[in-house]
């Protein structure tokens, strides 16, 4: 019996650190009134250095394309 409830007793241990990040997410959720990461915009077409480069990349592989 005594196995049985160091089992599940580690089950516990395991099943709180897996579920952490989840509880700190939604709390951080709640806090900040339903923005979980602060004012984002919500439109999502801000220019960013990640757009600008995977822009020129695009630009550039269909560039090379159009010229074969």
Same mark, same amino acid.
């Given at each position: 019996?005594?196995?049985? +409830? /160091? ?6 241990? +395991? *099943? ?18 339903? /923005?979980?990461?602060? @004012?984002? /915009?919500?439109?999502? @077409?801000? @220019?960013? *250095? ?19």
């Amino acid at each position: 019996m005594g196995g049985v +409830i /160091e089992l599940v007793v580690l089950m516990l241990i +395991i *099943a709180i650190f897996a579920f952490a990040p989840l509880g700190y997410f939604i709390y951080m959720y709640t806090m900040k009134n339903g /923005e979980p990461f602060g @004012d984002t /915009e919500p439109h999502g @077409d801000s @220019d960013s *250095a990640l757009l600008r480069t995977v822009s020129k990349a695009i630009l550039m592989v269909r560039g090379k394309l159009g010229k074969s």
